[in-house]
């Protein structure tokens, strides 16, 4: 069997334009295991068209190998299990009835969610909840520009992206991005002081290390770049920003309503069962 899928993936890789063509023909076999067998059309399912020979032929051994394997541990547990172990029908009735339960809760939500969180109850929440916000790492907004010291356009970048102006903002952005390494604007949205020291390579703290005033400057001594973030804001500790905590409250307030009405669909079923004597609990005779 080896033998077989070592040949025949071989001649995949060799070929550049037809790797699964010569892998297999039509309506014929590419493996077999046991009375088990593995056809062309199965194989094309898995792997994507125009893609590399080698790539086909790899894909192609992944496939083949992972079918085999799941019928050879198969063939071995229906030898070595015994009767009761080999009886899954508890099992797959169970799966049937979780499955059922999921597909019906997900149409029940969607029926009757409301999606809409307004800045409003996002606000109230937060207010209500301002000690669960507290910043374990500072939150900044920034612009960030990497160039090259000897840039000719180095200074004009770093003047402009301090600029309060709009036409110089668009200015630097223009020129930052068509002659620098690397660019973002991201003076309007907080960003976690990790996510901000990852764009130096650098942890956090010894990003905070280089901020003198409003410019947090470092230049790597191996290399030619100077990378240079100017701090529009930055908070260091205490609650977080209401903008900056929005996306989740709002997950919090949506995670709040599926609860509620999974708490209300399961106390209709239950009541409306009673009623209709279609649930019944009989109550134990001493």
Same mark, same amino acid.
């Given at each position: 069997?080896?033998?077989?899928?070592?040949?025949?993936?071989?001649?995949?890789?060799?070929?550049?334009?037809?790797?699964?063509?010569?892998?297999?023909?039509?309506?014929?076999?590419?493996?077999?295991?046991?009375?088990?067998?593995?056809?062309?059309?199965?194989?094309?399912?898995?792997?994507?068209?125009?893609?590399?020979?080698?790539?086909?032929?790899?894909?192609?051994?992944?496939?083949?190998?992972?079918?085999?394997?799941?019928?050879?541990?198969? /063939? =071995?547990?229906?030898? #070595?299990?015994?009767?009761?172990?080999?009886?899954?029908? +508890?099992?797959?009735?169970?799966? %049937? &009835? @979780?499955?059922?339960?999921?597909?019906?809760?997900?149409?029940?939500?969607?029926?009757?969610?409301?999606?809409?969180?307004?800045?409003?109850?996002?606000?109230?929440?937060?207010?209500?909840?301002?000690?669960?916000?507290?910043?374990?790492?500072?939150?900044?907004?920034?612009?960030?520009?990497?160039?090259?010291?000897?840039?000719?356009?180095?200074?004009?970048?770093?003047?402009?992206?301090?600029?309060?102006?709009?036409?110089?903002?668009?200015?630097?952005?223009?020129?930052?991005?068509?002659?620098?390494?690397?660019?973002?604007?991201?003076?309007?949205?907080?960003?976690?002081?990790?996510?901000?020291?990852?764009?130096?390579?650098?942890?956090?703290?010894?990003?905070?290390?280089?901020?003198?005033? /409003? =410019?947090?400057?470092? #230049?790597?001594?191996?290399?030619?770049?100077?990378?240079? +973030?100017?701090?529009?804001?930055? %908070? &260091? @500790?205490?609650?977080?920003?209401?903008?900056?905590?929005?996306?989740?409250?709002?997950?919090?307030?949506?995670?709040?309503?599926?609860?509620?009405?999974?708490?209300?669909?399961?106390?209709?079923?239950?009541?409306?069962?009673?009623?209709?004597?279609?649930?019944?609990?009989?109550?134990?005779?001493?």
């Amino acid at each position: 069997m080896r033998k077989i899928l070592t040949y025949l993936l071989l001649a995949a890789a060799l070929c550049s334009c037809n790797a699964i063509s010569s892998l297999v023909h039509d309506d014929q076999v590419v493996a077999k295991v046991g009375k088990n067998k593995l056809y062309r059309s199965e194989l094309e399912q898995f792997i994507p068209n125009m893609i590399p020979a080698a790539d086909s032929a790899r894909l192609a051994e992944q496939y083949i190998n992972t079918w085999a394997m799941d019928l050879l541990y198969l /063939d =071995m547990a229906e030898k #070595e299990l015994s009767k009761g172990e080999l009886d899954v029908s +508890a099992d797959l009735e169970n799966f %049937r &009835r @979780s499955l059922l339960k999921y597909r019906y809760e997900q149409r029940y939500i969607n029926d009757r969610l409301d999606t809409l969180v307004t800045d409003e109850q996002i606000r109230q929440y937060y207010q209500a909840h301002e000690a669960d916000f507290e910043l374990k790492r500072p939150v900044l907004k920034v612009r960030f520009v990497d160039v090259m010291k000897d840039s000719p356009n180095k200074d004009a970048i770093l003047s402009m992206m301090t600029s309060q102006e709009y036409d110089e903002l668009q200015r630097a952005d223009t020129l930052a991005k068509s002659t620098a390494l690397r660019y973002f604007d991201s003076s309007d949205t907080w960003m976690d002081a990790n996510e901000l020291a990852k764009s130096f390579g650098l942890d956090y703290t010894q990003m905070l290390s280089f901020l003198k005033g /409003d =410019m947090i400057r470092y #230049e790597p001594e191996d290399r030619a770049d100077l990378m240079v +973030a100017y701090v529009c804001d930055i %908070r &260091r @500790s205490g609650p977080a920003p209401l903008d900056y905590c929005s996306g989740r409250i709002r997950d919090i307030l949506m995670s709040a309503r599926k609860h509620d009405l999974m708490n209300s669909l399961e106390r209709d079923l239950l009541e409306n069962a009673l009623e209709r004597k279609q649930f019944v609990i009989y109550e134990n005779e001493e």
